[in-house]
């Protein structure tokens, strides 16, 4: 490890945190690098409700155990991700003992038991948590996503989540948190949402802009637009899933293995405007984590295009900073 580059982290000292999602594969063959370079960790899936709670009455906290453990042992601050979510959730919770669908009473109590063990184990070892991920829809048309918590609590189910969290953590911060959060008609769904939950005294501390943006988009005052929006409902913003793609969302090509000059460029570029904007914002933003640590892997490897390289971090898949690492630091 070259020992002549800076701490990410550090260069960041008191404005906001710096974070990477990790797994256990990844603190056991990349842990030194993690903990030089970031000082907060996100279980990018390994807390998540189907990893740690397959069955009714079976908890497996192995490998959320393992990932506190080497946060503790290495000063490291972890968000917890997720409670509720759409995606990777039990099929049990929502069937009935004696089959069909369970009744809104038993998803609620499963829901709320679910939140407090989890919440509980790791009370006082995480600093925030995302409660509810992604419950606002992207069609235009429609506010709340079709899911299954939905369809069986009603729109209850956000306020009953964080109000189990709260009660099994008092001193987490709790967070939403979702995706094309810079998108105008969804930006203001997600901040209607989030208004409505404070005005009804729900305990959410926190918005969570995932940013898994690309190196065209969205642009500067978009992102600028959201950060104002969310901040006045007097809220912290973490940045909870930074990468920057190099392609567009909807570009499948697949013959490129390195990226273009232009792509390296545009990329160095972006991640300089968008940290400069961060710190604009410090005030408000308090912590930003990437989805992963360094190009060796990342899940846009797979989506939306399966097997195809990306590129979307500020190391390489050596953990040697590129040249958008020195730009963030403000060494152009």
Do not use: C
């Not at 079976?58 to 290495?74: G, K, V």
């Not at 690309?214 to 909870?240: C, K, W």
């Amino acid at each position: 490890m070259n020992n002549k580059v800076p701490n990410l982290h550090e260069a960041f000292n008191g404005i906001f945190r710096i974070g990477a999602a990790v797994s256990t594969k990844t603190i056991r063959s990349e842990g030194d690098f993690i903990a030089r370079h970031y000082n907060s960790i996100t279980a990018e899936n390994q807390m998540k409700f189907e990893e740690i709670h397959p069955e009714e009455e079976r908890y497996t906290f192995e490998a959320a155990d393992e990932i506190m453990d080497f946060a503790l042992q290495n000063g490291i601050a972890v968000r917890g991700h997720t409670m509720v979510w759409h995606n990777q959730t039990s099929d049990w919770v929502f069937e009935s003992p004696s089959s069909g669908p369970a009744s809104r009473e038993l998803v609620l109590l499963r829901m709320q038991e679910h939140i407090r063990t989890v919440a509980s184990r790791y009370k006082g070892k995480v600093y925030a948590w995302d409660v509810v991920n992604e419950a606002i829809e992207d069609k235009t048309d429609l506010v709340m996503r079709s899911t299954k918590w939905l369809e069986i609590l009603g729109e209850d189910y956000i306020r009953h989540a964080f109000e189990a969290a709260h009660e099994a953590d008092p001193k987490a911060l709790l967070f939403y948190n979702d995706y094309n959060e810079t998108e105008p008609v969804k930006r203001d769904k997600i901040y209607n949402l989030v208004r409505s939950l404070k005005e009804k005294g729900v305990p959410i501390h926190g918005i969570g802009m995932q940013g898994h943006w690309n190196i065209h988009g969205p642009s500067q005052d978009e992102i600028r637009q959201a950060i104002e929006l969310y901040a006045s409902l007097d809220l912290e913003l973490h940045i909870t899933e930074l990468d920057l793609s190099m392609f567009h969302f909807d570009d499948r090509r697949t013959d490129l293995t390195v990226p273009t000059e232009q792509m390296v460029e545009l990329q160095q570029q972006r991640y300089e405007e968008i940290f400069g904007l961060f710190k604009e914002y410090q005030d408000v933003i308090t912590s930003v984590t990437f989805w992963g640590a360094a190009d060796n892997y990342t899940w846009l490897d797979n989506f939306p295009v399966r097997g195809r390289k990306n590129w979307p971090f500020l190391f390489d898949g050596e953990f040697q900073p590129k040249k958008a690492f020195w730009r963030v630091l403000g060494h152009n």
